[in-house]
Structure formats: C-alpha cells, structure tokens
Nanobody
Framework: QVQLVESGGGLVQAGGSLRLSCAAS????????MGWYRQAPGKQRELVAT???????NYADSVKGRFTISRDNAKNTVYLQMNSLKPEDTAVYYC???????????????????WGQGTQVTVSS
C-alpha cells in the first residue's frame, strides 16, 4: 500500500506564494503519475496539475503561469509551487498518486490509486 503525506499549506495574502509537498511511502514497485487536486467549500474536487514519471506536466487553465508542479523521483515526492495566489485558490489541496504495487513475470501488474489527507490553503484578499 501507499501512504501520501502532504505539507506546506497555510494562510497567505493575495499575491503571495506557497509550496506544497507530498511524499509517498510504503510498499510499491514504482510511483507513476502524481498530481494535485483541490476542493473548495461547496464545489467539486478539481484537477490542479499532474506530472508523469517522465516529468510531463498538465495544468488547469486557472493556474497556468502561476503554479509549477515538479517531482523528485528518488524521494517519491511531488511539489506544487504556487505563486501569485488569488482568493479563489482557497481550497483543500489533495495529493494524488498512481502506483504499481507489484510487477509479475508475465508483464502484468497490480496497480493502485491513492489520495493524501489534504492540506488547507487559504488566500486572503
């Protein structure tokens, strides 16, 4: 199984910056895509950014040019650098990871999808 532990949330004024981190631990063969999602009060969870093991990135239009996702494969850690924060960025941010738990000789694999517990980001106006 895989555990995801997030850190780095907090309260910041509009225009400020925060950096979120999420470390994966547990028993697995490899971590593939990782990403960040967020959920504001009364809204559905939405994608913020994703990154593959080969560092191909994808961003929501609302954060392009302001947020940067990166990862350290050796540490199984993903980061989200958030700059020029806006009040509408206020949400609980969740880390997400797709993992291969076991590989078999046949080439098949046990896979799993995991979520962190969430970290609150609050941007004041």
């Amino acid at each position: 199984q895989v555990q995801l532990v997030e850190s780095g949330g907090g309260l910041v004024q509009a225009g400020g910056s925060l950096r979120l981190s999420c470390a994966a631990s547990g028993r697995f063969f490899s971590i593939n895509a990782m990403g960040w999602y967020r959920q504001a009060p009364g809204k559905q969870r939405e994608l913020v950014a994703t990154i593959t093991s080969g560092s191909i990135t994808n961003y929501a239009d609302s954060v392009k040019g302001r947020f940067t996702i990166s990862r350290d494969n050796a540490k199984n850690t993903v980061y989200l650098q958030m700059n020029s924060l806006k009040p509408e960025d206020t949400a609980v941010y969740y880390c997400h990871a797709q993992a291969i738990l076991r590989m078999f000789v046949s080439g098949s694999a046990d896979r799993g999808t995991y979520w962190g517990q969430g970290t609150q980001v609050t941007v004041s106006s």
